[in-house]
């Protein structure tokens, strides 16, 4: 079991004048359980649960304050078979933001100066599997397929003025839904006395979930 608990402040000047202060505090509990072995098999069990409070207050404030609490749960296995080794993995979330004092629009940008309140809620899910072979001490093939899901971002939903760091006056959209991508990969490895090399291809195709 691990937990976490991390502070975080910075300002922003304008020249001697305090332009936007930051803060963000988290705390993070997380909890592995590992299983005995099961013939080839090993693995890992987890759970974790983080609560995120972030706030911007200042002139380039363009993201309001915001609660984020990620609960999640996962699972990584491991099996051995000889020459081949396989790696599997699942994860499941349930991402819940919460935006006091913001009101969305009907066309999707936020007024943080308003009264209402906001919220978005996701469940991205994820899954992968691997596997490398080793044909001899020479030489070794690996390859991978994944699966991913990723909730939108604070700033993507509800984003609503100038960002003087990407000269971008950002405008966010609480219609946005999770983006998901499938990662496909093969590699090779070869090691001949003293020259040794390895050549790796992949694709990555991402698209919004609507």
Known sequence: ???VDTSYKHTEFEEDEVGT????????TR?????NPSGAWQGVFGFQYTDLDFSAVGAEAFIPNTNTKTTAAFWIERGDFDAWQIDL???YEDVKIKVPNTLVLEEGPTDPSSSSSSSSDFQPFSASTGTSWTISEAVGLTGSVSYAERASGVEELYAN???TT?????VGDVSL????TVHVEGG???DLGPFSGSATVYMDQFRPIQ
């Open 1 to 3: 079991m691990r937990f």
């Open 21 to 28: 202060v930051f803060e963000s505090d988290s705390t993070n």
């Open 31 to 35: 909890v592995e359980l590992k299983h």
């Open 89 to 91: 993995g699942l994860r």
């Open 161 to 163: 003025g100038p960002h």
């Open 166 to 170: 990407t000269q971008l006056f950002e």
């Open 177 to 180: 839904s999770k983006e998901s």
């Open 188 to 190: 090779a490895r070869l």
